[in-house]
Structure formats: C-alpha cells, structure tokens
C-alpha cells in the first residue's frame, strides 16, 4: 500500500507557464481533497471531490481547476501560473464523509511549487 | 469559514503542559486534529463529535464543546516528540474538511 502519493514532488514554473499536479491513492477512498500550505495560512482547500466523476470548489478555487476522471486520481491543473500560486500542495483523501467523525484524511508528502 | 486557533505559537520546556483552542462561527459537526513536523505532511491525532466528548491520545486530550462551537486541545507533561504544528479541522455534511491557521508548539530540553 502506497497510501497517497503525490507527483512531481518539486517544480520550478515560469509566470504564465501551466502545469498539472497528480494526486494517486490506492486505498479506494471516495473523497479527495487539494490544499495549498503557505506560512501563516494553514492548509486552504483548493477544490474536494466527494467521487470518480464529482467535484466541488473549497475555500481558494481561483486559478486552478481539476479532475477526477478516476476513483483513485485527483489532478489539480494550474492554467496560467502566477507567482501568488507559489506554495506547497497537499492532497489527501477519505474513506468517507469526515463530519461523520469516523474518517480521518490521509495526506499525501506534498508538491513544491515555485513560480517565479 | 476557516477555524480560528489560539495561541498561534507556544514554547514550552519538558514536562510543562499547553492548551490549544479552535473556534468556529459555523455549526460544527466534528472537529479533526492534526500534527505537522517540519517538512512532513499532517498527522491524524483524533476526531472528537458534538456532544462535548474528550478524547485521549497517549498524553494528549481534547474536548469538543458544542455550545461554545469550540475545541480544545491538551498536551500534558510535553515531550520533545510533541514539537510541531497543530491544526483543527472543522468538517462539514457537504464534505468539506476546513482546516485553522495552525499553532507552532516548540518543545525545549
């Protein structure tokens, strides 16, 4: 079990540029989630899925949007990068509802964006 | 919609206690608390339901107070290992899971 892995771990960006990021996981979790780490901030949800096919905007959903073509892949893309996106990203996923107050997320080792 | 935390930063030495809070102006379902070291992703510590419940986690507790839509996390006699960043979470039936600013705790021999 790989739990969640995220892809690449580290990139470099060029203002204007765009990229995707990958989340996988193989625990056959329903709900999956993209935060943006930055200092003071806290994690900030980007957009959530609650399953294959669904998703749903969070907290901070501008600039970026995503997919989840597949029950075990989340891909958050970045259309036109800004230096304002520079942060670390987190994704984590679920087995089912967290107010439940059964599930606990698991996350991922984060991405290292930088965009200059 | 984001929790708040309280303080935003401690610093402790060995064996001395702390208490970390996270309010939230929205109707809290259940509140999830998480550990992060330095570099690394969070950590589950516990999930804690309306109803006022306490739970305990080795030497770290916490409270849900659904009147006050307020948590409170309890470390007792700290240990180094305790170091790190802690952050609540306040989920809702939509399935979001909004996570608080964070609180750095700082463990000193």
């Known amino acids: 079990n790989a739990g969640v892995t995220q892809t690449p771990k580290f990139r470099v960006l060029k203002t204007g540029q765009s990229m995707t990021l990958l989340c996988a996981q193989d625990?056959?979790?329903?709900?999956m989630y993209w935060y943006r780490q930055d200092p003071g901030m806290g994690l900030r949800l980007i957009h959530y899925?609650?399953?294959?096919?669904?998703?749903a905007k969070g907290e901070v959903p501008d600039g970026y949007n995503v997919s989840r073509l597949k029950k075990q892949n989340f891909l958050l893309g970045l259309e036109s990068a800004a230096p304002s996106q520079t942060s670390v990203y987190f994704c984590?996923?679920?087995?089912?509802?967290?107010?439940?107050?059964?599930?606990?997320?698991?996350f991922g080792p984060g991405t290292r964006l930088l965009v200059l | 919609q984001q929790p708040v935390q309280s303080p935003q930063a401690v610093i402790l030495r060995e064996g001395e206690d702390a208490v970390i809070n996270c309010s939230s102006s929205k109707a809290l379902y259940s509140v999830h608390w998480y550990r992060q070291k330095h570099g690394e992703a969070p950590v589950f510590l516990m999930i804690?339901?309306?109803?006022?419940e306490q739970k305990g986690h080795e030497k770290i507790s916490a409270s849900f107070n659904e009147k006050k839509q307020q948590s409170s996390l309890y470390l007792t006699a700290s240990q180094l290992s305790y170091s790190g960043t802690y952050f609540c979470?306040?989920?809702?039936?939509?399935?979001?899971?909004?996570f608080g600013q964070g609180t750095t705790l700082q463990v000193k021999p």
């Open positions: 984590a996923s679920s087995y089912s509802l967290p107010a439940g107050g059964q599930e606990t997320q698991y």
């Open positions: 899925s609650v399953g294959e096919g669904t998703t």
């Open positions: 979470g306040t989920a809702f039936l939509t399935g979001k899971l909004i």
């Open positions: 804690l339901l309306k109803g006022g």
């Open positions: 625990m056959n979790h329903e709900y």
